[in-house]
């Protein structure tokens, strides 16, 4: 990939010339065993299973990693579904149309014109890999729609446990060739650092070279030691734990992302966060991962109403509750404003209770859990933070900025979603691109583009946030960066982010070090790391585009049509360069 082409005709705050300088490393103890692979892949999320089951016929020997158990990725969370133009009324071109709309301009077209015109025949060759969607009385899958699609183009297994049903087929694929020599899987590793070789004339880091991962009690190998590679496939999620509430595992601490980020590789679109629009809101002291009511539920029907009753979205958008997803979270948060409520309802009641069970089990049985009946209760909902829609950027083929590293599914920005997720695009995007990637990789190993490598120490320093923080920097995050966002909140947020110890294993306090290296501080300090970037890139954006809003820059702003990249200099220090998309 070249390097980022600088745009000159957009002025970044002052701000911007004092951006944090972080760590290029994890205080971590040197590897104790070490692996020799042709690759590894983290995460077993749809993206990471993909990659590592169509690397496994590819390359000699695939490392798969993963930080719980291989059916703990953020995948078996998700409910809506998988979207794809499968009937024959519908079109690639349609679902290319709505993505676009979504991503408020800044998508790439080459990359959405991938998505829609491969994502049909990945979402059946996930029907031939054991993955069982509903379907309709002539046998074939049912479709269903949700906000921001003009076509029925949703496919769902098992109501709304789509996600489960994916992940229950994928991993029973990797489950039948465990004991094949060819591939290895580690379960309960965190993988720390990405390994890169000697830097460039430019002083940048050199090709990658394999991980550092820690393995926490439970996998085949113990303690931290290092996977040596021809190349290293990132599918290790969202940044959810980066905010006090969220929708994702507590698994989703931003670890790819932080890593890719220290050894040298261009993050985009960090500041485009999807906070969901209709999460189960259990008062204001409640945190972690909160319970999700799917954009589905609308998209049958299901509508909003405000606390005093009445439905304000046909007066906010032409779609009403199935416009965009930061279209109808920032109504409901001005909703919630006006009112002076802390939560607004949903309103599924007149769907009929028979449907509502079968179609939404999952949710209905959830929402019982807290004494609410989907079927004759409103629903209490608000904003929550949901999806990451930026990352480690790529091109089309999964390749990063440093040779070797590949990126797909939440932790990439391969450019499909732009300033905004389009309902049930992700677990196509990781699908479609994670295939790409696996054959890219084939490729280039059997060429000998990509070969093992000696890895070197990066210059820069090395950091450990104590896990006591972490608390702190969620609530900087959620305050700073979170649904409606302004320079003096983000100011705020950036000076407390830079307050915050991250040298915690050289740091005494009567007598005893505020922390040592483990799983816990190098989490918060992946969820620093991600914040600090987060908070950095939102304020540098003056304008309000898809999941970011500012409320002292409420309009898009044509100059603003492209992309932020953000990377490390030789120093660590924060750079932030205007790109063209694509």
Same mark, same amino acid.
């Given at each position: 990939m070249t390097a980022p082409v600088t745009t000159p005709s957009v002025p970044l705050p002052d701000d911007v010339t004092t951006a944090p300088v972080l760590a290029t490393r994890l205080a971590a103890p040197a590897p104790g065993w070490t692996v020799e692979v042709? @690759? =590894?892949?983290?995460?077993? &999320? !749809?993206?990471?299973?993909?990659? +590592? *089951?169509? $690397?496994?016929?590819?390359?000699?020997?695939?490392?798969?990693?993963?930080?719980?158990?291989?059916?703990?990725?953020?995948?078996?969370?998700?409910?809506?579904?998988?979207?794809?133009?499968?009937?024959?009324?519908?079109?690639?071109?349609?679902h290319l149309a709505d993505t676009l709309v979504a991503g408020g301009g800044l998508c790439d077209p080459r990359a959405v014109e991938v998505l829609v015109t491969e994502g049909p025949a990945r979402v059946r060759e996930l029907v031939a890999r054991g993955a069982v969607f509903d379907t309709a009385p002539d046998g074939q899958i049912s479709l269903t729609r949700e906000g921001g699609h003009h076509a029925d183009r949703i496919a769902h297994a098992g109501g709304d446990a789509t996600g489960a049903?994916?992940?229950?087929?994928?991993?029973?694929?990797?489950? @039948? =060739?465990?004991?094949?020599? &060819? !591939?290895?899987?580690?379960?309960? +590793? *965190?993988? $720390?650092?990405?390994?890169?070789?000697?830097?460039?004339?430019?002083?940048?880091?050199?090709?990658?070279?394999?991980?550092?991962?820690?393995?926490?009690?439970?996998?085949?190998?113990?303690?931290?030691?290092?996977?040596?590679?021809?190349?290293?496939?990132?599918?290790?999620?969202?940044?959810?734990?980066?905010?006090?509430?969220?929708?994702?595992?507590?698994?989703?601490?931003?670890?790819?992302?932080?890593?890719?980020?220290?050894?040298?590789?261009?993050?985009g679109d960090v500041e485009f966060v999807q906070f969901h629009p209709t999460v189960l809101w259990l008062g204001s002291g409640v945190k972690g991962q909160l319970t999700l009511v799917s954009e589905a539920v609308r998209g049958e029907g299901a509508l909003l109403v405000d606390t005093d009753g009445v439905r304000f979205m046909p007066d906010v958008h032409p779609m009403a509750e199935?416009?965009?997803?930061?279209?109808?979270?920032?109504?409901?948060?001005?909703?919630?404003?006006?009112?002076?409520?802390?939560?607004?309802?949903?309103?599924?009641?007149?769907?009929?209770?028979?449907?509502l069970r079968r179609r939404f089990p999952t949710i209905n049985e959830r929402l019982l859990e807290h004494?609410?009946?989907?079927?004759?209760?409103?629903?209490?909902?608000?904003?929550?933070?949901?999806?990451?829609?930026?990352?480690?950027?790529?091109?089309?083929?999964?390749?990063?900025?440093?040779?070797?590293?590949?990126?797909?599914?939440?932790?990439?920005?391969?450019?499909?979603?732009?300033?905004?997720?389009?309902?049930?695009n992700s677990l196509l995007e990781g699908l479609v691109f994670a295939h790409r990637a696996a054959r890219h990789i084939a490729d280039q190993v059997a060429s000998g583009v990509l070969r093992h490598a000696d890895p070197v120490t990066r210059p820069g320093s090395e950091a450990l946030v104590a896990a006591a923080a972490r608390s702190r920097v969620q609530r900087l995050a959620t305050d700073g960066p979170g649904v409606l966002r302004s320079?003096?909140?983000?100011?705020?947020?950036?000076?407390?982010?830079?307050?915050?110890?991250?040298?915690?294993?050289?740091?005494?306090?009567?007598?005893?070090?505020?922390?040592?290296?483990?799983?816990?501080?190098?989490?918060?300090?992946?969820?620093?790391?991600?914040?600090?970037?987060?908070?950095?890139?939102?304020?540098?954006?003056?304008?309000?585009?898809?999941?970011?809003?500012?409320?002292?820059?409420?309009?898009?702003?044509?100059?603003?049509?492209?992309?932020?990249?953000?990377?490390?200099?030789g120093d660590g220090r924060l750079e932030l360069t205007p790109t063209p998309i694509g």
């Open positions: 042709d @690759a =590894v892949v983290v995460g077993s &999320g !749809i993206a990471g299973l993909t990659a +590592a *089951l169509e $690397l496994r016929t590819r390359v000699p020997r695939v490392l798969l990693v993963t930080k719980d158990l291989l059916a703990s990725g953020s995948t078996v969370w998700a409910q809506g579904g998988i979207a794809a133009a499968l009937d024959p009324e519908d079109s690639p071109e349609a049903e994916i992940s229950r087929a994928l991993v029973a694929q990797i489950e @039948a =060739v465990r004991d094949d020599p &060819g !591939i290895e899987v580690i379960e309960h +590793a *965190l993988v $720390l650092d990405v390994l890169t070789g000697p830097a460039g004339p430019d002083g940048r880091p050199g090709a990658v070279c394999g991980v550092t991962l820690h393995v926490i009690g439970e996998g085949q190998r113990d303690g931290v030691g290092a996977a040596l590679s021809k190349a290293v496939v990132f599918a290790t999620g969202g940044i959810g734990q980066v905010f006090r509430s969220s929708t994702n595992p507590p698994l989703a601490t931003g670890d790819g992302i932080a890593a890719a980020l220290r050894a040298g590789a261009v993050l199935l416009a965009p997803r930061d279209v109808v979270a920032h109504a409901i948060v001005r909703q919630m404003a006006a009112t002076g409520s802390d939560h607004v309802w949903l309103d599924a009641r007149h769907l009929g209770a028979d449907f004494g609410i009946d989907l079927t004759t209760d409103l629903v209490p909902v608000a904003p929550a933070q949901h999806y990451h829609s930026g990352g480690v950027v790529t091109d089309l083929v999964g390749r990063t900025s440093l040779r070797g590293l590949y990126a797909t599914g939440e932790v990439a920005c391969t450019g499909v979603h732009g300033a905004n997720r389009l309902a049930s320079a003096d909140g983000l100011r705020r947020a950036a000076a407390g982010l830079a307050l915050v110890p991250t040298d915690a294993h050289t740091r005494h306090d009567d007598g005893r070090l505020l922390a040592v290296p483990q799983v816990a501080e190098w989490e918060t300090t992946n969820v620093h790391q991600v914040a600090s970037v987060l908070t950095a890139t939102a304020l540098a954006r003056e304008e309000s585009r898809g999941g970011h809003a500012r409320s002292d820059f409420p309009e898009p702003d044509e100059r603003w049509r492209l992309r932020l990249a953000a990377r490390l200099d």
